[in-house]
């Protein structure tokens, strides 16, 4: 993948991150900066690349340093490889700190079919003007012992410096290098970054401009460690999908007089699912073999996917607000809070996508995430209103009507609704993101495993709750005129029901199909 920035001031840039396994690779083709700095006195370089090793979990030691530090002039005991890029001597100095036995540094790009599993043969591409000195340092490094560096408590290694050639033609740099992880003491989720120190300063920034060729392996393919097992997870969840669909489809037609639109409109939620699982399953495995997914492909999912948000949230709120069970028409409220979901949910899908088709490394990146964490918070908590004013209304009517254990029933089935909705935004929302942080890096594909399992559960829940059965007591309408009148009575005090007229409930009103 290329990363192209033009006119940038930010002083870093987090570039990717990947987890790898033993063999794993990792290309870096700088083939074009150009800094447009004024001469300075720095001994040190202050613009570069740090190749840092996180620890478990996706919670990045980056977050927590000081903004106003230059990450290019900090140690650490941790895995950490700094590539300083010396624009006066046209070199690159690679600095590593903490123990890295088996992690090999090169200069070039690998061969297209590496022959060995091991450590490839370096294969310079488009080599740098300078670049005297380069194999004599490399052949430093190899002949030196990695024992002897086993016992300095993580300490800078100074005997493994390693310096590359650093490329200068029409006032831009250009180099290149690749890393192989050579053991398991290595393996890792690791995250690249790109570092221009002098921009720290503010108000004295200075843009610059930048292509960069990033390529990752692992022996299995082009995914990361976490997201290798994606492909069998989202193609069986896919189908688990597609069986409860078809299931509920099977039980709508064995109850046909007790079956509502909201009926069919959950059935069309689980195949919309199934197909959104499908395609990006599909993805995933155009991705972990060619390194892409396919344009096409990708498409479709996105807009199953924006199909899939929609129809979820609109579904729950129609189940809490009881529409189409134990009424025809929406309150106010009720529609103001459609009103602001529906919005909001097409606000969070572009989010979303624009998150999916957009690199870490893009500006706008981490606001697009924060606005899909802030919009699906907002969602969450709408589509609790209707539930809870369902709640409210059962509990008045359960004290007036004459149906005392009918809407008894009801309230208890709301309640468990709530809790249920409760549960599911619970688990795919909080417990998600704290399993992500604390499982290793090679499993953290159990983060999707909780969030589509979770789904599913709730969906399976739903159904069963509200499944079109004479004996429900959700679907149990009123069948006097005098409990019309109650009912109507307490609708209307409650403010369940202003601005709207009464709707008669007959038999051909259900609105059956």
């Known amino acids: 993948m290329t990363r192209r920035a033009q006119g940038e001031k930010r002083p870093d840039i987090q570039l990717n991150s990947f987890g790898f396994y033993t063999n794993g690779s990792l290309e870096v083709d700088l083939s074009l900066l150009q800094l447009g700095l004024q001469e300075t006195k720095e001994n040190t370089?202050?613009?570069g690349f740090s190749l840092t090793r996180d620890r478990s979990g996706s919670l990045r030691s980056s977050s927590t340093q000081d903004p106003n530090d230059c990450p290019l002039q900090k140690n650490s005991s941790n895995l950490?490889?700094?590539?300083?890029i010396n624009t006066k001597d046209l070199q690159v100095q690679v600095q590593r700190y903490g123990v890295q036995n088996k992690l090999f540094i090169s200069?070039?790009?690998?061969?297209e079919m590496p022959s060995e599993p091991g450590l490839p043969k370096p294969e310079h591409t488009a080599p740098p003007k300078k670049d005297s000195g380069t194999t004599t340092a490399l052949d430093k490094v190899k002949s030196k012992p990695a024992a002897s560096q086993g016992d300095q408590q993580g300490l800078i290694a100074k005997d493994k410096e390693l310096v590359l050639g650093l490329g200068h033609h029409n006032n831009s740099y250009n180099f290149s290098f690749h890393v192989v992880i050579g053991s398991r003491a290595e393996e890792g989720q690791y995250s690249l970054s790109f570092h221009n120190c002098y921009n720290l300063m503010r108000g004295q920034e200075q843009p610059f401009d930048m292509t960069v060729m990033i390529r990752e392996r692992n022996p299995e393919g082009f995914l990361s460690a976490s997201e290798i097992p994606l492909f069998k997870l989202y193609m069986i969840m896919s189908a688990c999908f597609l069986a409860a669909g078809v299931f509920w489809v099977s039980v709508l037609c064995k109850n046909m007089y007790n079956v509502f639109k909201i009926h069919w409109l959950m059935a069309a939620l689980a195949f919309t699912k199934s197909i959104s699982l499908l395609f990006h399953s599909i993805n995933y495995y155009f991705i972990n073999t060619q390194g892409q997914p396919i344009e096409g492909l990708a498409?479709?999912?996105?807009?199953?996917?924006?199909?899939?948000?929609?129809?979820?949230?609109?579904?729950?709120?129609l189940i809490g607000s009881g529409w189409a069970f134990v009424k025809y028409v929406l309150s106010d409220k009720e529609k103001n809070i459609f009103g602001i979901v529906i919005p909001l949910q097409v606000l969070a899908n572009v989010a979303y996508i624009v998150i999916e088709s957009r690199e870490e490394g893009a500006s706008d990146y981490r606001l697009w995430k924060e606005i899909l964490f802030l919009v699906d918070l907002i969602c969450c908590g709408a589509i609790l209103f209707p539930v809870v004013w369902s709640i409210r209304h059962l509990q008045d009517a359960s004290g007036t009507d004459g149906k005392v254990a009918v809407n008894l029933a009801k309230l208890k089935l709301f309640r468990h609704y709530y809790v249920m909705v409760i549960c599911?935004?619970?688990?795919?929302?909080i417990i998600a993101i704290l399993l992500q942080v604390a499982v290793p890096f090679q499993w953290q594909w159990l983060y999707q495993l909780l969030v589509e399992g979770s789904t599913l559960a709730f969906f399976v829940l739903t159904g069963y709750k509200f499944q079109p059965a004479g004996?429900?007591?959700?679907?149990?309408?009123?069948?006097d005129d005098e409990e019309d009148v109650q009912m109507e009575q307490v609708m209307t005090d409650s403010g369940f029901r202003e601005g709207l007229s009464k709707v008669n409930k007959t038999a051909s009103g259900r609105e059956l199909l």
Do not use: E, S, W
């Not at 599911?424 to 929302?429: A, W």
């Open 45 to 47: 370089p202050l613009v």
């Open 80 to 84: 950490l490889v700094l590539f300083l």
């Open 107 to 111: 200069p070039g790009l690998l061969p």
């Open 299 to 317: 498409v479709m999912y996105y807009i199953t996917h924006l199909l899939k948000g929609a129809l979820l949230f609109i579904t729950i709120a």
């Open 424 to 429: 599911y935004i619970y688990f795919t929302r």
């Open 471 to 479: 004996d429900n007591p959700y679907l149990q309408l009123p069948q």
